[in-house]
């Protein structure tokens, strides 16, 4: 059986554990607005204006004109309120372990490791011993890249109580991953939570 470690946080794995506010989502949002306001305009601002100005009425551009601000407004109003929802849930479910100031570190041989190519990365790794851990975030995306991940052996660092992965450090032997596109495996597990999915059927899906 696998031996968990508890210990004081070091300082550069809180700065790891924290949560990043989502600033480039945020610079992001007004161009999202303007993706959303261009075909509304051309699909629902000029039929009505071209019907308003058949029928007659007054300045009928501004309704047109109505319908693109509106659809920026909603589109901006959407973007921020789904990035920032999204760093808010996760800042709520870390802030009891970030208080405490403890991880939990364990080193594990691993058998198996299935990748899914979607934002953001996810990874999952099965253990020898038939336990299995979500890899969920941007941090999995270097890790991808590197030579010698996934690994037959990798030292885990997670925070105890939401489980959230601070750091994963490869020991072993190279490990060949499978990948399965995001299209046909929609990942439900957080990251650093134990993974109920069929391996065997995400390597019949693998590329």
Same mark, same amino acid.
Not at 104 to 128: C, H, K, Q, S, T
């Given at each position: ?14 700065? *790891? ?7 480039? %989502? ?12 261009? $075909? ?18 007054? /300045? ?8 693109? &601000?509106? *659809? ?8 921020? !309120? @789904?990035?920032?929802? *999204? ?22 041989? &691993? ?12 990874? !999952?790794?099965?253990? &020898? %011993?038939?336990? @299995?851990? @979500?890899?969920?975030?941007? !941090? ?6 590197? $030579?010698?991940? $996934? ?16 750091? &994963? ?21 957080? %990251? ?7 391996? /065997? ?7």
């Amino acid at each position: 059986m696998t031996t968990v470690t508890r210990r004081p946080m070091t300082d550069a794995e809180r700065r *790891a554990a924290a949560p990043r506010f989502p600033w480039g %989502d945020v610079a992001l949002a007004p161009l999202n607005g303007i993706l959303a306001a261009v $075909p509304a305009v051309v699909l629902a601002g000029l039929p009505i204006y071209l019907v308003l100005w058949l029928t007659g009425v007054d /300045e009928p551009g501004r309704w047109a004109a109505f319908i693109g &601000v509106g *659809a920026f407004g909603a589109a901006v109003t959407t973007a921020l !309120y @789904t990035s920032i929802g *999204a760093f808010l849930r996760t800042r709520a479910r870390l802030d009891d372990d970030l208080l405490d100031g403890e991880v939990d570190e364990r080193v594990v041989e &691993v058998n198996e490791a299935v990748g899914i190519v979607i934002e953001p990365p996810v990874m !999952y790794l099965r253990f &020898v %011993d038939g336990d @299995t851990v @979500t890899l969920r975030g941007d !941090y999995v995306a270097p890790l991808r890249h590197a $030579p010698d991940f $996934p690994s037959t052996r990798v030292r885990l660092v997670q925070l105890p109580h939401s489980r959230a992965v601070v750091s &994963v450090t490869p020991l072993g032997e190279p490990l060949v991953a499978a990948f399965v596109s995001g299209t046909d495996h929609r990942p439900t597990e957080l %990251d650093g939570h134990p993974t109920a999915v069929d391996f /065997e059927r995400l390597r019949g899906l693998a590329s």
